[in-house]
C-alpha cells in the first residue's frame, strides 16, 4: 500500500470507521447556533459531551443537545468529565447509556487534581476494568505514561488517548516524546486529548503518528470558534499526511535546493 493510501485510510473505533480524525466537544460556546456551525466546520464525525454539564433529555425545559448534534448525523461520545472518583465515572457512563437507548461507546475521564485536571490513573483504572466488564466501549483520558497506555490497551480500552498538556491550556505538544512512544507501542487507536491550542499544534500531533484528535476548548475559545474549527479540520489533514509523507532529515548547515553541481557559468 502507498504512503498516500495509507494516509487516507479511516479512523476505525471499536470496529466503525470515520472519515475524519478529528473529534470535537460541545463546550464553551456562546449558543446552540455556534455549536452547531462549529461542529458543521470541523468536519467531525464524533461528538463528545460532559453528560453532567448537558440536557440530553432529562431536562424537558431546557435547550436539548440532541436538537444540535443529531444521533442520526453523528456519534455520541458520552464523557464523565467532572467525575473524581470511579464510582462517580461509572455512574456517570450508566446514566449516558439509559437516556441513549443503550449507547456503549463512552470516553471516561476521572480527574485527580482541580488545577490541572490530570487524571486520576488508579481511579481511571478501576473505572475502566469496571466499564469493560459492563459491556462499555472505553474511550479513554489518560496520562502520557507508555506503561498505563499498555495496561490500558491489555484492558480492552478501544482508544487510549493521552493528554499533550493540561485540559484547556492550549500549551501545545509539550511532551512529544512520551506521546511518540505510546503511538509506537499500540495497536489500538492513539488519539491526543488535552492541550491544543491552535492548528500548528494539530499538526504536529498528528505528525507524531497520533490516529487523530480530540479538542473543545481550542476550538469554542477562540475568537472566531468556526473559522477556528474549519482550520483544526485542514490541520488535522495535512498533519497526517505530513506523517506519512515523511518530513526530510534535519541538518546543521544549508543546503541549497537548487544545487550548483554541473551548473553552467
Same mark, same amino acid.
Do not use: W
Given at each position: 500500500?502507498?504512503?498516500?493510501?495509507?494516509?487516507?485510510?479511516?479512523?476505525?473505533?471499536?470496529?466503525?470507521?470515520?472519515?475524519?480524525?478529528?473529534?470535537?466537544?460541545?463546550?464553551?460556546?456562546?449558543?446552540?447556533?455556534?455549536?452547531?456551525?462549529?461542529?458543521?466546520?470541523?468536519?467531525?464525525?464524533?461528538?463528545?459531551?460532559?453528560?453532567?454539564?448537558?440536557?440530553?433529555?432529562?431536562?424537558?425545559?431546557?435547550?436539548?443537545?440532541?436538537?444540535?448534534?443529531?444521533?442520526?448525523?453523528?456519534?455520541?461520545?458520552?464523557?464523565?468529565?467532572?467525575?473524581?472518583?470511579?464510582?462517580?465515572?461509572?455512574?456517570?457512563?450508566?446514566?449516558?447509556?439509559?437516556?441513549?437507548?443503550?449507547?456503549?461507546?463512552?470516553?471516561?475521564?476521572?480527574?485527580?487534581?482541580?488545577?490541572?485536571?490530570?487524571?486520576?490513573?488508579?481511579?481511571?483504572?478501576?473505572?475502566?476494568?469496571?466499564?469493560?466488564?459492563?459491556?462499555?466501549?472505553?474511550?479513554?483520558? $489518560?496520562?502520557? +505514561?507508555?506503561? %498505563? !497506555?499498555? /495496561? &490500558?490497551?491489555?484492558? #480492552?480500552?478501544?482508544?487510549?488517548?493521552?493528554? *499533550? @498538556?493540561?485540559?484547556?491550556?492550549?500549551?501545545?505538544?509539550?511532551?512529544?516524546?512520551?506521546?511518540?512512544?505510546?503511538?509506537?507501542?499500540?495497536?489500538?487507536?492513539?488519539?491526543?486529548?488535552?492541550?491544543?491550542? $491552535?492548528?500548528? +499544534?494539530?499538526? %504536529? !500531533?498528528? /505528525? &507524531?503518528?497520533?490516529? #487523530?484528535?480530540?479538542?473543545?476548548?481550542?476550538? *469554542? @475559545?477562540?475568537?472566531?470558534?468556526?473559522?477556528?474549527?474549519?482550520?483544526?479540520?485542514?490541520?488535522?489533514?495535512?498533519?497526517?499526511?505530513?506523517?506519512?509523507?515523511?518530513?526530510?532529515?534535519?541538518?546543521?548547515?544549508?543546503?541549497?535546493?537548487?544545487?550548483?553541481?554541473?551548473?553552467?557559468?
Amino acid at each position: 500500500m502507498s504512503q498516500s493510501a495509507k494516509a487516507s485510510q479511516p479512523l476505525v473505533v471499536a470496529g466503525t470507521s470515520y472519515q475524519s480524525r478529528l473529534l470535537v466537544g460541545t463546550g464553551k460556546y456562546k449558543d446552540m447556533n455556534e455549536t452547531r456551525q462549529a461542529i458543521e466546520a470541523s468536519g467531525a464525525e464524533i461528538v463528545t459531551f460532559a453528560v453532567r454539564r448537558s440536557n440530553i433529555g432529562q431536562n424537558p425545559d431546557e435547550p436539548n443537545l440532541l436538537e444540535v448534534v443529531s444521533p442520526d448525523k453523528y456519534t455520541l461520545l458520552p464523557n464523565t468529565a467532572a467525575c473524581y472518583t470511579a464510582q462517580d465515572a461509572v455512574r456517570t457512563c450508566k446514566l449516558a447509556r439509559e437516556l441513549l437507548d443503550g449507547h456503549d461507546l463512552v470516553k471516561l475521564e476521572v480527574l485527580g487534581d482541580e488545577k490541572t485536571l490530570f487524571p486520576d490513573i488508579k481511579q481511571t483504572l478501576i473505572a475502566a476494568e469496571e466499564l469493560i466488564a459492563d459491556g462499555f466501549k472505553v474511550m479513554v483520558y $489518560t496520562s502520557d +505514561d507508555l506503561i %498505563i !497506555a499498555k /495496561e &490500558l490497551e491489555a484492558m #480492552g480500552c478501544v482508544a487510549v488517548m493521552p493528554l *499533550a @498538556a493540561p485540559i484547556g491550556s492550549g500549551l501545545g505538544v509539550r511532551n512529544p516524546y512520551n506521546i511518540r512512544f505510546i503511538v509506537e507501542e499500540l495497536n489500538v487507536p492513539v488519539l491526543v486529548d488535552a492541550g491544543v491550542g $491552535t492548528a500548528s +499544534d494539530a499538526a %504536529i !500531533a498528528m /505528525e &507524531l503518528g497520533c490516529d #487523530g484528535i480530540l479538542m473543545n476548548t481550542a476550538i *469554542a @475559545a477562540a475568537q472566531d470558534p468556526v473559522l477556528m474549527a474549519s482550520a483544526m479540520k485542514k490541520a488535522v489533514e495535512a498533519g497526517r499526511e505530513a506523517f506519512f509523507a515523511g518530513r526530510m532529515p534535519k541538518k546543521q548547515y544549508a543546503s541549497a535546493s537548487s544545487p550548483l553541481d554541473g551548473t553552467f557559468f
